[in-house]
């Protein structure tokens, strides 16, 4: 009987289990349209956006006059490394981490080992697995996703490009989870600073009037244009993770039913087995009492 209540008892907590990871499935899929929404939003203005600058640029004779065109020595790394605030998502932030500590140890060897490389993370995830490594944090922004909005996501810009000025840093990468669709998240890195081209296709070469001039566009417009990737990366990231919880919490409702069903065969065998066994008392009962 012990055995029976033992079975009963993992049945009550699958069932608890399982109602728990429906609710946050269909959670994550009300907040994945919301997400993929803004994000599907967000990408014609950033592409159009870098388009511009793509044109601005190729028509500036010296493009090294803006502070963000000039290639340096790379000493100093800032590494804006995005993941989540939560768990339960899959290997949404495990890959995250795995790309950070691939180009830490592959791409920027010299540059880790000397101390220079910073991981400005936004998201706790990364944050938490980074602290335990030695590598430098910046967690000034690090809840960011808790009151995501184009201000909010511009303030970690700001800073950025501020500290990228001041000569803080001289290269800064963007390690995201790029939005395809509910079951998919490509894993990406790109360099944003300094910036040396602009993949945007064939551009469009203008004969454009220029006012108040080319460099002083192209001073407001690359800011711009830089914040906006930084907020891409964010409106992606965001809708990437609802969708990888969403898989999740859908296969761990599969997986608590397949258990479900398991357990309770093994109820019914080991309840069949107990009648069984006192069907086998009463019967060997009255044959000594007749004897």
Known sequence: MSNQKE??????????TQQITKAMKLVSATKLKKASDAIIRMRPYARKL?????????SVDDPSLSVYFQNRDVKKVLFVVISSDRG???GFNANVIKRTRTLLEDKYPEQNKAGNVTLLCIGKKAAEYFR?????IDERFIGLFQHLN??????AGDYVLDAYRRG?????????NEFKNAATQILSNEVILPITSVATGTHQHNDYIFEPGKIAILQDLVPRSIK?????????????EHGARMISMDKATENAGDMLRSLRLAYNQARQAAITREISEIVGGAAALEG
């Open 7 to 16: 079975i009963r008892a993992r049945i009550a907590s699958t069932i608890s």
């Open 50 to 58: 870098q388009g511009i600058m793509g044109n601005l640029q190729d």
């Open 88 to 90: 339960l998502c899959g």
């Open 132 to 136: 335990k490594t030695g590598v430098k």
């Open 150 to 155: 184009a201000e909010t996501a511009f303030e």
């Open 168 to 176: 803080e840093y001289d290269q800064v990468e963007l390690i995201y």
């Open 228 to 240: 906006t990737q930084i907020y891409r990366g964010m409106l992606d990231s965001l809708a990437s």
